[in-house]
């Protein structure tokens, strides 16, 4: 399958290029054009002279926009080529049939398609039940194309537009064309699919599939550059470029990468903010967007429908019918406990990394705001640690990112019930205060700031007293509501690394459980420990939070290893992904795989069957696990690059970073390694920038980490 997206719209076809709606079971698949949570075609089959013509060839350029595929009418090599384009643009999908006549006769060709659109919500594609549906009228040919209504039981019209650039013929089963294609020369006809009429020609084809691929440079041209000695994770950087391009949407507060596709394909509060921590070093527009949008969202009242109070920061928002009638409370939904606090901490990162105090001191407010709800409607029965319990039984039972309703559970395997308090989520506390004393600070108020970071301190010596399991090595994943401890162990650990609420000297117990054999795969950790109850019925892990491997999970657990100093072990689970994306189509890593143990012989990892791919947090992965094992921090405010005892694996021998903006300069840096360290040469950029190498022996064991030599003059 292949996939083509902008803003809030978004297709799927097949290898042809065609759109099915159905599968061999006649069962809803997810393909089709679906624009604000609708699909609006539902099916899109070629037709050449009646039959469906030979694929020779499919595939999506490289900056991620233009479907290409070639096809002949039979294996007869004097049949006349055909190729067909398609790219999506503002809601808008355009697509050209070309015939190439390479014969010394002239040719005419009937082309045809079969077409349906059904105005299904996204929600009934995942395999919703609704008692009712809205009105559809039949399809009817406009002056403009071929037509599509609907009416939904919100009252909304919908309509699903298709135009061409010729008029065409309509029969009980298709719609049909005629291209007369002189010897030797080429003809083309154009379509345009959307939920508004759009006229269509070789002109406006052009220009539109020129803007779109000038959307996609624009934003590759925001972030700093990185090429290698590896060709593979050369191919691999790029693909994660051109994904996080696609999902990223404009909106009027900025840009916004949305979760995935096709499930998520819309903002999520916590998939968003992960995202944007992840590309903050290269991209930090992205965080500021993320924040603008969420912070121009944040609850102002009291819903259980919503999940909702004030201060809260939203979990998802939809636009389909489903909301707008209230079958479902997405407009938006605020059902998580960890977004709130995530929002706080990303923007004490996002003003570490730009020094953008001005921006810093608008969003102070819903910050402020974030803060009380911690402190109050987040904490349900007031003993310090953030809890959730869903308002109404629509909402997610588990409201952290692990939400499916098995995720939480005692080591016996029940699973957990009543408010549960995370793990992560008291880590996420613990890293918004500290990022709130750290913003206050900044604006001048000394006294808020004294008392957040004593907040902070607080959290963090309860946390460690109640949360942490001496026998085990590691954390609790969560407090039932009764107060026990689920003593599982999970992924969720590596998160408070990430959060920094590990006391130094059980740091390295932590490090070792996540990448024991128990809980390492050997292509990324398992979200769940394979001698765990609910992994243990799941021998091929399945489950959706119980044993798999997600790579944003990993990725996080690799960052928090960093920040203590374990930057070799940060390469390893670098090493691991980049192995794992090597098994899937594209170099393209999807949300979640198998956890299987890492097969010897070279097997690759299962493949969980309805993951989203492209996921904005799974894309962004790499980019984060490269700044973790180069311990690469950035100060904005006083223009300074720190690596902290940077480490290259063995398959990475040369890496540079180029064009890396830092307020109003840059910096271009080149690592190459050796048997025995890393030099470190800065090739470009502007003085101001400053570079400081860390390697202080202190920190962590020495003996796991590589020393790290500088070259003459590299610094500044």
Known sequence: MFVLKHNDSFAIIDEHGDMLGRNELDHDIADGLICRDTRLLARAELRIDGCAPLLIDSYIDDNNTVFEAKFQLAADRDQPEIWRSLFLWQDALYEEIAVVNRSGEDLSLRIGYLFDADFKDLFELRGAKRPARGTQTPPCLTDSGLRFDYTGLDGRPRSCCLSFSQTPEKTEQDVSFTLAVPAGETRSLYLCASHIPMPVDADIFDAQKSEALAHVQAQLDRRAEVHSSNPAFDEWVHQNAVDLALLTTETPQGFYPYAGIPWYSTPFGRDGIITAFQLLWQDPDIARGVLGFLAARQAAETSAFHDSAPGKILHEIRSGE??????????????????????????????????????????????????????????????????YLRGADTGLGNQGWKDSVDAISHADGTLAEGSIALCEVQGYVYAAKRAAAHMARALDMADRAAALQQQAEKLKQQFNDVFWQEDMGTYALALDGAKNPCRVRASNAGHLLFCGIVPEDRAAQVVDMLMSDDMFSGFGIRTLGAQEKRYEPVKNPEGYHNGTVWTHDTALCAAGMAKYGFEERAAKLMTALFDAARHFPQMRLPELFGGLPRDTNGAPPAPYPVACNPQAWASASESLLLQSMLGLRIDGAAKTVTLHRPHLPPWLTDLEISGLRISDGMISLRFQRHDDGVDITRTGGTPDIHLNIEWPEEIGDVRQRPAVRQKQGAAS
Not at 349 to 378: C, K, M, N, S, V
């Open 322 to 387: 489903m909301a707008s009638c209230g079958e479902i409370p997405h407009t938006p939904y605020y059902g998580t406990a960890d977004a709130t606090p995530l929002f706080i901490f990303l923007a004490g990162a996002y003003l570490e990394r730009t020094g953008d105090t001005d921006f810093i001191r608008t969003l102070w407010p819903q910050i402020e705001a974030a803060l009380a709800w911690i402190d109050t409607h987040g904490d349900l029965d007031g003993d310090g640690f953030v809890e």
